[in-house]
C-alpha cells in the first residue's frame, strides 16, 4: 500500500507532529510506500526523513491526515487521524476514515483507534539522585481561563522549573533529576515521560472529569505515579514504582495498534462511520471547547468567573509556590 502522511506546522516537542512522522516510519518497516508532506516545508524532522515534494497524490494513495488538516480533494482517499478532540469535523469528507489516537471525550467510545506514541531515544529511569524538587508545564492549558489567568496574575515566585521549550534530551534529563511534575495541559504525553523516568505527574484536573474519566479519554495505561488533583499524591508516591511497567506494557500496545491498523486495510476491516461530534458534548477535550475555550461564550464565562473565585493560589500551585 501507498501512504502519504500530512504533518502541519510543528515543533521538535510536538507530540502530534512526532507522532505522525513516527508512523510514517512505522508503515515503511513494514513494508509500505509511506512519505511525509510538511505543510511547512521549512520544517525537518530526523524520526523520518522520506518526504513527498510535490502537490500531486496520487489517487491510490491513501493519506492520513490529523484532526487540524482541512480543504483535502474529496477524490482523495483520506484516514482521518483525530490527534486531539475538534470542532472542524463538519469540514471532513463523508467518505474519510476515522481512527482515533484517544477519545478525548469520556462519552466517545471511539471503536476504531490508532494509539501510536513516539518514544524519543534515550526515555528511561537513570536512577539519579533527584535534587531538583519541582518542575511544570502549561502548553495546551493556556486555554483554561482558570489556568490563564491563575499565572498572569500571579505574584508569588515559583520554585519549579518551566519546561516550555525544552527538547526531549534535556526533557529526560529533567524529570530524572526532579521529584514532581505539575502539568495544566489536560493532554500532555510529557506525564507519560515524566513517571517513565521515575518523575511523579500532578495533574491539575479537568473540569467535569473524574481521575478515571480522564484516563480513559486520553489513553493512559494508569494513574500510577499520578496525582489527578493534589489531594491525591500520597497514592502517586506510594505507587510511582510500578509506572515504568504500565508504560512499557503501553508501548506494546502501540505496536499492535499499528499492526490492527495495516490489517484494517488491507482487509477492508473499516467504516466510513462520521466522526465523533466533539461540538455537542461539553466534555470534549479540544479546541474550541469548553475545556479548551476560546472565551467566546457568555455563559461559559459566567461559569469560569464562578470557578476562579474558589480558587486560590494554595489549591492551585501547591508546593510550586
Not at 76 to 83: E, V
Not at 170 to 185: A, M, R, V, W
Not at 196 to 225: D, H
Request: glycine share 6%; charged share 20%; hydrophobic share 35%.
Amino acid at each position: 500500500m501507498k501512504f502519504v502522511v500530512v504533518v502541519p506546522d510543528c515543533n521538535e516537542t510536538s507530540g502530534g507532529c512526532n507522532v505522525l512522522f513516527y508512523l510514517a516510519k512505522k508503515l515503511s518497516e513494514h513494508g509500505h510506500n509511506s512519505k511525509v508532506f510538511v505543510i511547512n516545508k521549512m520544517y525537518t524532522s530526523t524520526i523520518y526523513t522520506n518526504y513527498h515534494k510535490d502537490d500531486n497524490i496520487d489517487l491510490d494513495t491513501f493519506v492520513i491526515a490529523p484532526e487540524v488538516v482541512v480543504g483535502l480533494s474529496e477524490k482523495m482517499k483520506i484516514i482521518r487521524w483525530i490527534l486531539l478532540g475538534t470542532n472542524l469535523y463538519p469540514n471532513y469528507h463523508k467518505h474519510e476514515i476515522i481512527y482515533y489516537f484517544s477519545p478525548f471525550c469520556k462519552n466517545n467510545l471511539s471503536n476504531k483507534r490508532l494509539s501510536f506514541y513516539y518514544w524519543p531515544p534515550g526515555l528511561e529511569n537513570k536512577k539519579l539522585p533527584r535534587t531538583n524538587e519541582s518542575c511544570y508545564i502549561v502548553k495546551k492549558g493556556r486555554y483554561n481561563p482558570i489556568i490563564n489567568l491563575m499565572f498572569i496574575n500571579n505574584k508569588i515566585p515559583l520554585k519549579g522549573l518551566l519546561l516550555e521549550g525544552y527538547n526531549h534530551e534535556k526533557l529526560i534529563e529533567i524529570f530524572n533529576t526532579t521529584k514532581y511534575f505539575y502539568c495544566y495541559d489536560p493532554c500532555c504525553f510529557l506525564v507519560n515521560i515524566a513517571v517513565m523516568c521515575g518523575c511523579i505527574v500532578i495533574q491539575y484536573p479537568v473540569i467535569g472529569y473524574t481521575a478515571e474519566e480522564w484516563k480513559y479519554a486520553i489513553n493512559l495505561p494508569s494513574l500510577n505515579g499520578i496525582s489527578y488533583g493534589h489531594e491525591n499524591l500520597s497514592h502517586a508516591e506510594a505507587t510511582i514504582g510500578y509506572a515504568l511497567a504500565d508504560q512499557l506494557k503501553l508501548k506494546e500496545e502501540n505496536e499492535l495498534s499499528v499492526k490492527n491498523f495495516i490489517k484494517d486495510l488491507e482487509t477492508g476491516n473499516y467504516t466510513n462511520e462520521p466522526c465523533y461530534p466533539f461540538n455537542d458534548s461539553p466534555y470534549a477535550i479540544g479546541l474550541n471547547s469548553l475545556l479548551i475555550y476560546d472565551g467566546k461564550d457568555p455563559k461559559i464565562n459566567l461559569l469560569y468567573n464562578e470557578l476562579i473565585k474558589a480558587t486560590t493560589p494554595q489549591s492551585f500551585f501547591g508546593n510550586l509556590i
